[in-house]
């Protein structure tokens, strides 16, 4: 089932500007995880914060969480054509073999 | 490095017929292993992971099973293949010990 619902489905700006999607989810999580993927290819980790963690960042990339509202977002901080990509946030609960539920994802395009 | 290989790329299989995806891992050991599907425009559903050889677990009634016949091998079978079953077909691992998941290339799988 699809935890994770990201907020915008789809976004659009210019070269330089920042990006900025959300996502929410349902149940208590362990951590949380920001995963990129490229049109027909593989997800790449981008960058996983924990539940005791506000906020993480790691180059231009700022990501927080808020365990109360059960919501993160994804910041990208100026923007380049190479970040046109689908980013999905993922959870990861309780489950054994740590299993990730996924959000539906946010088609960022990037134009320049 | 781990390396990480799915195959074919690309697969076009009339309805009814039978299914094998073939992933495997390079460059670890014991890793927990996925396989996940992806409608077009869609975030991943979780259908099999495995934590050892033999040990498969479903998330999702279907017409697919899965197995891992080697430490770094994990197959997706079906020996009927439905409409439905077209998608995008990602494997992906993990280390025990840690909590990111490295995915495949993936394999477009359309059943006409």
């Known amino acids: 089932s699809q935890q994770g619902e990201e907020d915008p489905q789809a976004l659009s700006i210019q070269e330089g500007e920042n990006a900025t999607m959300n996502c929410s989810y349902k149940?208590?999580?362990?951590?949380l995880q920001w995963y990129r993927q490229n049109s027909g290819r593989g997800l790449v980790h981008l960058i996983l914060i924990r539940s005791n963690e506000r906020e993480k960042h790691s180059g231009r990339l700022r990501v927080t969480l808020d365990t109360s509202k059960k919501s993160s977002s994804l910041l990208i901080t100026a923007s380049r054509a190479a970040d046109t990509a689908s980013y999905f946030c993922?959870?990861?609960?309780?489950?054994?073999?740590?299993?990730?539920?996924f959000g539906s994802g946010t088609q960022l395009t990037v134009l320049p | 490095s781990q390396t990480i290989h799915q195959w074919p790329a690309t697969l076009v299989q009339p309805v009814g017929s039978p299914l094998s995806l073939e992933c495997t891992v390079e460059?670890?050991?014991?890793?927990?292993l996925y396989w996940y599907r992806q409608a077009a425009g869609r975030g991943l559903q979780l259908l099999f992971y495995s934590v050892g050889i033999g040990q498969i677990s479903s998330e999702v009634p279907q017409n697919l099973s899965a197995s891992r016949p080697q430490d770094r091998q994990f197959i997706l079978s079906s020996k009927k293949l439905l409409l439905s079953d077209s998608g995008f077909y990602l494997c992906?691992?993990?280390?025990?010990?840690?909590?990111?998941?490295?995915f495949g290339p993936g394999t477009r799988l359309t059943v006409t």
């Open positions: 993922a959870t990861d609960g309780s489950g054994s073999a740590r299993q990730l539920t």
């Open positions: 992906a691992w993990r280390l025990t010990s840690g909590y990111e998941q490295y």
């Open positions: 460059g670890t050991s014991n890793p927990n």
């Open positions: 149940t208590s999580i362990n951590n």
